[in-house]
């Protein structure tokens, strides 16, 4: 049963095995995650890591092999196929790396977005010229794909994604054929959709540089999560710490053993010696560190 206060995406020991008559290839070796409602989470690996085939199961493009796999209170291992089916349309938007995937080239932006829609049955006219304002793109509606650069056929793709209402977006690699300035302004993008839409967004890639300013960024090595990286944007407490208030602050990584390592300029900032006590608390979506008296 749904709840909408239980996590978005629980990962819990997942397992993906891709056998061949002769081999069998581990995708995924047990890989443990959580995502909760509203976040936006970006998985960074390289290749052969394991993270496209996490971002597939996600999308119910393909099922998990063994452990489990609850999107948005929906068992993705004992789902069948007209569940799926209808998962897909309603529940989850998928961005593919590959424009050609989802843009047909002979119709303009706008004709694109709108025939997902009619396809999906769920045709709103407003709210897809409102999705084609959210990506940039109103000036450009009329356009047809010729006439756009990369990072503005992708943004079309984006709004096709979401003509459906989903709750969850998925991108594979959406900034891997655009510039670094591109890159940037896609990225605002995103966190702009987020919080308009209220969506709960995964995007995963190579290129760690597109992570700097998202919230939670997850590595992934050899078919399990290695790392995790948190950081906040409210250095209102941190102000010994960051000279500038507008900057994004690391403030902890969670390592592979699930070690909590804190950065040392943090620490000393608070008098706390590397070997002092310390009691971590969650507040308001904040981690927060306080020195406990030994």
Known sequence: MKSETAPMIECDDLVKIYK????????????DLTVDRGEFVVIIGASGSGKSTLLNMMGGLDKPTMGKLT??????????????????RK????????????????????????????????????????????????????NKLAEMSSGEQQRVATAIALINKPKLLLADEPTSSVDTRTTKMMMGMYEKLQKE?????VIVSH???????????IS?????T???FLRTSNVADLRKFSENDN????????????????????????????KDKVRIENEDGKLVIYPVDA
Not at 117 to 133: P, Q, T, V
Not at 207 to 217: L, Q, S
């Open 226 to 228: 290695s790392s995790e």
């Open 71 to 88: 999107i948005d209170g929906y068992d993705m291992l004992k789902m069948s196929k007209t569940a799926l089916t209808t998962y897909k």
């Open 20 to 31: 061949t008559r002769d081999t069998e290839v581990m995708a995924l070796r047990g890989l």
């Open 197 to 201: 839409l209220d969506l709960t967004i």
């Open 91 to 142: 529940s989850v938007g998928f961005v593919w790396q590959t424009n050609a995937r989802n843009l047909l080239p002979y119709l303009t932006a706008r004709e694109n977005v709108e025939l997902i829609g009619r396809i999906g049955g769920r045709l709103d006219k407003a709210y897809a010229a409102e999705l084609l304002e959210l990506v940039g793109l109103s000036g450009r509606k009329n």
């Open 207 to 217: 290129d760690p540089d597109i992570a700097r300013n998202v919230g939670r960024v």
């Open 247 to 274: 900057e994004q602050v690391e403030l902890a990584v969670v390592d592979r053993s699930g070690r909590i390592q804190i950065p040392e300029e943090y620490l000393k900032n608070m008098s706390v010696g590397k």
């Open 220 to 224: 992934i090595r050899d078919g399990k």
